[in-house]
């Protein structure tokens, strides 16, 4: 190996990094110096700095658990949340159709069941006509009850003549007799029917035909079903 000595322009001396104690000379024995160090006198971690790493070391991996856990909950509430965001969007027009529909047959069945009922007001009448039409033309004295309720409804009137189907003459000439009515004139009239029957009064006249009540009746029906 060669080695050269550097001297600067100002010519001064060189000056030893290190020399020795007066009266000594450097022996073998001196602490080596960094360079010097070889690789088997390398200097060893102690057993409690050991530890300390390993259980940072644990702490760490603590940690990223710790995280991992964490990042894994909150993926998936997002996940959660996004599926429940979705599945909502595809529902609601199936649930506004839903809604409409279920609207509609309440609507529908409200209608259904007035229409319902107003048949049922006809139907029932329509049976009613029949029967009575019926009762009058076998049993003519069935028409008294007609005349007793016009005249009870005409107490306060003075009755000048009473119209009737030909057919019942006889059956409201009786009954005219057993009210006290004998004197009011009855008069025939070939253009009504059975069931017929018309009260004049000094004061206009009261219609107290089957067919005339009946219409009363369906009326009212209408009134409470409106």
């Not at 073998?28 to 300390?52: F, I, K, Y």
């Not at 259904?112 to 049976?127: M, Y």
């Not at 009515?181 to 059975?194: T, W, Y």
Request: aromatic letters at 2%; proline letters at 5%; glycine letters at 6%.
């Amino acid at each position: 190996m060669s080695c050269r000595l550097l001297r600067d322009s100002r010519g001064l001396p060189a000056v030893p990094l290190f020399e020795a104690e007066p009266g000594k000379t450097p022996s073998s024995s001196a602490a080596p110096l960094p360079w010097q160090l070889s690789e088997g006198t390398a200097q060893q971690p102690s057993n409690d700095e050991v530890a300390r790493l390993r259980e940072r070391v644990r702490e760490l991996e603590a940690a990223a658990l710790r995280n991992a856990e964490t990042v894994r909950t909150a993926a998936l509430r997002e996940g959660e949340a996004s599926g429940y965001e979705k599945a909502a969007a595809a529902a609601r027009p199936v649930m506004e159709k839903l809604a409409t529909a279920i609207a509609d047959i309440g609507a529908m069945r409200a209608r259904v069941r007035g229409e319902a009922e107003q048949d049922l007001v006809t139907l029932s009448l329509a049976i009613a006509r029949r029967i009575l039409r019926r009762e009058i033309s076998v049993d003519p004295d069935a028409v008294q009850g007609l005349v007793r309720s016009a005249l009870e409804k005409l107490q306060s009137r003075d009755i000048t003549r009473v119209r009737v189907f030909p057919g019942h003459e006889d059956a409201v000439r009786r009954c005219l007799a057993a009210a006290h009515a004998g004197s009011v004139e009855l008069l025939p009239d070939p253009a009504m029917q059975a069931g017929d029957i018309l009260v004049e009064t000094s004061r206009g006249n009261l219609d107290a035909s089957v067919e005339t009540q009946l219409r009363e009746i369906e009326r009212g029906f209408a009134d409470r079903l409106r």
